[in-house]
């Protein structure tokens, strides 16, 4: 079996047939969110994660802007502290792929119940979806924007106001 791309746009064999060749066009509406898709495709690649010291096996799945879907799931290292993150992974996987930007993400443990991003991992997403990404927090509740997960958030506007002379 041939493994998947690392995104989906539901036509295999064909993965940009779907997608537009350029990012969604200014005013163009938002990409549905089929919640139960994202977490199933993390809960996918987080099956193929490579977590042999702490057992945590963790995927993720977002949507992008085009409407695909980029997955990535987590490896870690002996020294834990070079450990990637599931996140780490579809950040990759997204700008590997020609990707613009993510609409909403679903992060889920190997048993599919949903994971918050750590702290490191919203300012990854925050780089790549804006703080009006949103965040799947499980079947039966509403997502949460990202703004409200790092409030007060370090982005490149910020950067750009605090550097030097």
């Given at each position: 079996?041939?493994?998947?791309?690392?995104?989906?746009?539901?036509?295999?064999?064909?993965?940009?047939?779907?997608?537009?060749?350029?990012?969604?066009?200014?005013?163009?509406?938002?990409?549905?969110?089929?919640?139960?898709?994202?977490?199933?495709?993390?809960?996918?690649?987080?099956?193929?994660?490579?977590?042999?010291?702490?057992?945590?096996?963790?995927?993720?799945?977002?949507?992008?802007?085009?409407?695909?879907?980029?997955?990535?799931?987590?490896?870690?290292?002996?020294?834990?502290?070079l450990?990637?993150?599931?996140?780490?992974?579809?950040?990759?996987?997204?700008?590997?792929?020609?990707?613009?930007?993510?609409?909403?993400?679903?992060?889920?443990?190997?048993?599919?119940?949903p994971?918050?991003?750590?702290?490191r991992?919203?300012?990854?997403?925050?780089?790549?979806?804006?703080?009006?990404?949103?965040?799947?927090?499980?079947?039966?509740a509403?997502?949460?924007?990202?703004?409200?997960?790092?409030p007060?958030?370090?982005?490149?506007?910020?950067?750009?106001?605090?550097?030097?002379?």
């Amino acid at each position: 079996m041939r493994p998947a791309p690392p995104y989906d746009t539901g036509m295999p064999g064909r993965p940009d047939a779907a997608a537009p060749a350029a990012g969604r066009a200014i005013g163009a509406p938002r990409p549905a969110v089929d919640w139960v898709r994202l977490r199933t495709r993390a809960r996918t690649a987080s099956r193929r994660a490579h977590a042999p010291y702490s057992g945590l096996r963790v995927g993720a799945a977002g949507l992008t802007a085009e409407g695909r879907i980029v997955i990535g799931c987590n490896v870690e290292n002996a020294s834990y502290g070079l450990t990637l993150c599931a996140e780490c992974g579809l950040v990759s996987a997204l700008r590997a792929s020609g990707a613009g930007s993510l609409l909403a993400v679903s992060v889920v443990a190997g048993d599919g119940a949903p994971l918050t991003p750590c702290g490191r991992c919203r300012q990854l997403l925050l780089e790549l979806g804006g703080p009006d990404l949103l965040v799947d927090r499980g079947a039966g509740a509403e997502p949460v924007a990202l703004r409200a997960l790092l409030p007060g958030a370090f982005d490149a506007a910020e950067l750009g106001r605090r550097r030097g002379p």
